[in-house]
């Protein structure tokens, strides 16, 4: 019986980028034998790729993915080594995974609490980009049943101070944010009044 095994961690895939015109996915093969052939997939999302997603490479250890107004997202490469044995396909498991942004970066916003006490907290958010935002906040019971606006101006920096809570509960809170393009970004966190 013929015993033929491809092994993954040999396996390993490194991206240059041209922009606006190529990305190079070169694979570097230490174990697997002369004559092994690789597919590289692609795709929108992360993982779960299918002989839908894939372009065969032969026994080239590179591939060239030419970008002719590629959509906006994340694309995402994996590759496979594989080789025919009789007319059995015997593959790998995937290499690393290698992901290129074709867009602006998303925005981010994280949140911390400046101070709280019986009947008060006093929240900031810090954003990457300057937006707009909104608290949205409630105990257990009504969670994010008040909506305030924060900031009606775009800005990197938002602090407000909540008034009127009761002493000792629980608060869930959502920052939520704005940029000019209509990207969002939301954050999440909890207190509780002294």
Request: with cysteine; glycine share 8%; proline share 4%.
């Amino acid at each position: 019986m013929k015993r033929i095994i491809l092994v993954l961690c040999g396996l390993l895939l490194v991206a240059s980028m041209t922009l606006g015109a190529t990305i190079t996915l070169t694979l570097t093969d230490t174990i697997n034998p002369v004559g092994t052939r690789y597919y590289c997939y692609h795709r929108m999302t992360t993982g779960s790729y299918g002989p839908g997603d894939r372009a065969d490479l032969g026994t080239s250890k590179v591939y060239n993915w030419v970008m002719n107004n590629p959509a906006l997202g994340t694309h995402y490469f994996a590759c496979t080594a594989y080789i025919m044995d009789g007319a059995a396909l015997m593959e790998s498991s995937f290499s690393n995974e290698f992901s290129w942004v074709n867009g602006p970066a998303a925005p981010t916003l994280s949140g911390m609490l400046i101070a709280v006490n019986r009947k008060d907290a006093t929240l900031l958010a810090k954003s990457s980009t300057p937006m707009t935002t909104a608290l949205a906040y409630g105990t257990a019971r009504k969670p994010y049943s008040k909506t305030i606006t924060v900031s009606s101006t775009p800005a990197l920096e938002h602090t407000i101070t909540l008034t009127k809570l009761t002493a000792k509960t629980r608060y869930l809170y959502r920052w939520t944010g704005r940029a000019a393009d209509g990207s969002e970004a939301v954050f999440e966190g909890t207190f509780t009044t002294t």
